[in-house]
């Protein structure tokens, strides 16, 4: 299994532009997550999506969408980048019902937006 | 409303030594809690945890222990090994919830 993946490991945006992040799971894993993490602060919930078409805003959604059309995939679309987005995404996922409610993470995408 | 708070960014530990991390909450709701390592350039990964009906686990080297009427808990990592020089989160979870909520973390350096 090749867990939670993430694509670009890298990117610089200029401001105003958009993209996508990418993220995928294999593990047949419900629960999805995407966070941010700025320098010195912990994780921020941007979305979460409980399954394939069900999404919900977290703690720092506005900049952010993201859909959920398979349980796989829970891409997170950056539209008119500004700079206050520059930080490293996290996407993570965890199955229902899970005793701990471990979640395991991606290694993270860093973007600069200029 | 910063409902789970690390209060220490750093901590620097003697190799061999124990290293503890604290941690507070402030939302009573929380009933399990759990540890998550940090290196850099890749994503956190667990560590350890908690049920709010414990008052400590064990694995290994690592104890957590929780304290619900302090709203605090910790994690005793003994003896240290330079390879837990790492950043530390702290995360609750809340009944039905499914979502975790943060610390800012802890920069752990163990030091030979």
């Known amino acids: 299994n090749a867990g939670v993946t993430q694509t670009p490991k890298f990117r610089i945006l200029k401001i105003g532009q958009s993209m996508t992040l990418q993220c995928a799971q294999d593990?047949?894993?419900?629960?999805m997550y995407w966070y941010r993490q700025d320098p010195g602060m912990g994780l921020k919930l941007i979305y979460y999506?409980?399954?394939?078409?069900?999404?919900d805003k977290g703690e720092v959604p506005n900049g952010y969408n993201v859909s959920r059309s398979t349980t796989e995939d829970f891409p997170l679309r950056l539209e008119l980048a500004a700079p206050s987005q520059t930080s490293v995404y996290f996407c993570?996922?965890?199955?229902?019902?899970?005793?701990?409610?471990?979640?395991?993470f991606g290694p993270g995408t860093r973007l600069t937006v200029t | 409303d910063q409902q789970v708070k690390q209060n220490s960014p750093s901590l620097s530990v003697q190799e061999g030594r124990i290293s503890i991390l604290n941690c507070d909450y402030t939302?009573?709701?929380?009933?399990?809690f759990l540890w998550y390592k940090k290196y850099p350039a890749e994503g956190p990964t667990f560590l350890i945890s908690?049920?709010?009906?414990?008052d400590k686990n064990e694995d290994g080297r690592f104890t957590v222990f929780l304290n619900k009427s302090a709203k605090h808990l910790s994690l005793h990592i003994v003896p240290s090994q330079p390879g837990d020089s790492a950043v530390y989160f702290c995360?609750?979870?809340?009944?039905?919830?499914?979502?975790?909520?943060f610390g800012q973390g802890t920069r752990l350096t163990i030091n030979p």
């Open positions: 993570a996922s965890s199955y229902p019902g899970a005793s701990s409610y471990e979640q395991y």
């Open positions: 593990m047949n894993h419900n629960y």
């Open positions: 999506s409980v399954g394939a078409g069900i999404t």
């Open positions: 939302n009573s709701m929380f009933d399990y």
């Open positions: 908690i049920s709010s009906i414990k």
């Open positions: 995360a609750a979870s809340a009944p039905g919830a499914q979502k975790l909520v």
